[in-house]
């Protein structure tokens, strides 16, 4: 049971996150800006993973060695996971706006701060933050 209500707390997570990515894409602009970059990531990553295509989101995230293994726990659960967070969004009225509130850099070299809000059809809203990191010049969700 404790496992079925924190699966349900990573979808909820989840969906936030991937929400906030599909707003995030539409308010930001292509260009060098990292820290705009950092927020284009999130949004691509996130409208990837509501896509239903989680093999592609896993490419978006930083895994540690072996990479192999992390990779086969990771789709595992994110296809576990995704369906739930696409039916949570549909029960709120689906997604209305999701809005990139801000970027912050952070001191350790090519790390960055997403916070983001998600609307939803009904008047309901999330609020929350995803990590992104620059490993040997691209980005990836991390932590």
Not at 24 to 45: N, Q
Not at 105 to 120: A, D, I, L
């Amino acid at each position: 049971m404790l496992q079925v209500q924190k699966m349900g707390k990573l979808c909820s997570a989840l969906v936030f996150m991937l929400f906030t990515a599909l707003t995030s894409l539409t308010f930001t602009g292509c260009g060098s800006d990292p820290e705009k970059e950092a927020g284009e990531h999130v949004v691509k990553y996130l409208n990837t993973l509501m896509s239903g295509n989680v093999e592609q989101a896993a490419d978006m995230i930083y895994l540690p060695e072996p990479k192999a293994q992390a990779r086969a726990m990771l789709l595992g659960k994110m296809g576990a996971i995704v369906p739930s967070m696409m039916e949570e969004a549909e029960a709120k009225g689906g997604i209305k706006n999701i809005v990139v509130e801000k970027v912050e850099k952070q001191t350790e070299e090519g790390k960055y701060v997403v916070y983001v809000r998600t609307e939803f059809g009904n008047g309901t809203n999330n609020q929350g933050k995803q990590t992104v990191i620059t490993k040997d010049g691209k980005m990836y969700i991390g932590k």
